[in-house]
């Protein structure tokens, strides 16, 4: 599986690269080296009531007071439920376009999109006051809204250009590594009830992706149908927590390991390295008896531990050929 963003800048030749590294789960890339407006916030605030967007110094931010005829204008398309009105244009994912064209008589059994969550969307979008919207309960509201029409708008272009695939809709928490952390404290009713909701509108599968660890056992409780996660240096995060992720596992739920270290080590790593941190995992979460081995495999994808988009060109590759000479390795074993 691939995770958001690429450092390339032609969006057909990342669509070949993920096409080539993740075949049984086309994706669209993010290409935050093309425009900032790929930045994985800006790219999903366009139609924001009150937003204010400097390309030039690449700075986002939303008004204290929302305009009321923008935020009328909001609600009256959420309410006709107009999603074509949150379209996400191939100005802000030229990934979109691209994959469309790659899509055209090429069958799969999923095809994965993705929006950035709730969450890590309010804290970092600040309002004029540089307050984080987060903490503001009509701005919360209005980004969790704008975001879900958002995934739901992909969802609904995933199953027209690859009618025979499962779609999956992964949501990019990264501020989740936070929770229960002294560093930032994110109250639980301003952190599960925008996710559950957004995941809630979909009607597709699911997915979370947190480059770190987390507070796992209440993430498996939200509506979520895939957990990925670096499993290249937090591992433990996860097998700490064995007991709630091999219940997950049990009840249907998918894993996808973030087993290729998306940095220099990439390079010297082989597919049988990244290969055992997922059996040392899916070890881990057969001990609880809930599952074996083979179940764990039989549920997992593997992906590089997070976006490759701020990598050199060079090394990003060497993330995508591993997490495939990864999965081979792992096939094998199945």
């Known amino acids: 599986m691939a995770v958001g963003s690429v450092p390339l800048t032609d969006p057909e030749g990342a669509v070949e690269l993920i096409l080539r590294a993740t075949p049984q789960i086309p994706a669209w890339p993010q290409l935050p080296r093309r425009s900032f407006l790929e930045n994985m916030y800006v790219q999903f605030s366009d139609g924001l009531p009150g937003r204010i967007l400097d390309v030039t110094n690449e700075r986002l931010w939303v008004r204290n007071e929302l305009p009321p005829d923008e935020l009328i204008a909001f609600v009256e398309h959420v309410e006709a439920d107009d999603l074509d009105a949150f379209a996400i244009t191939p100005e802000y994912a030229a990934g979109l376009p691209a994959l469309e064209q790659a899509l055209r008589g090429y069958q799969a059994p999923y095809v994965k999109g993705q929006v950035t969550g709730p969450v890590s969307f309010g804290l970092s979008v600040p309002r004029e006051d540089r307050r984080a919207l987060l903490y503001d309960d009509t701005l919360r509201e209005v980004a969790t809204t704008l975001l879900t029409m958002k995934a739901r708008w992909q969802e609904r272009l995933l199953r027209a250009w690859a009618p025979t695939a499962v779609p999956l809709m992964m949501v990019d928490e990264p501020y989740l590594t936070k929770l229960g952390s002294a560093m930032l404290s994110i109250p639980a009713e301003l952190t599960f009830p925008p996710l559950t909701a957004l995941m809630e509108a979909m009607g597709c599968l699911t997915g979370i992706h947190i480059c770190g660890g987390t507070a796992w056992e209440d993430v498996v409780d939200l509506p979520v149908d895939v957990l990925n996660f670096d ?70 994808f593997v992906s590089p531990a997070c976006g490759t988009g701020s990598l050199p060109e060079e090394l990003a590759l060497t993330c995508f050929e591993l997490t495939t000479r990864c999965s081979e390795w792992l096939r094998e074993r199945l």
Request: aromatic share 4%; glycine share 12%; charged share 25%.
């Open 231 to 300: 499993a290249a240096d937090h591992l433990e995060a996860v097998t700490c927590r064995r007991e709630a992720i091999a219940s997950f596992v049990a009840e249907g739920g998918f894993l996808a390991w973030g087993a290729i270290p998306n940095d220099e080590r990439a390079a010297i790593d082989d597919g049988e390295g990244c290969g055992r941190r997922v059996l040392e995992g899916a070890d881990a979460l057969a001990v609880t008896g809930a599952v074996s081995v083979d179940e764990v495999l039989a549920a997992s």
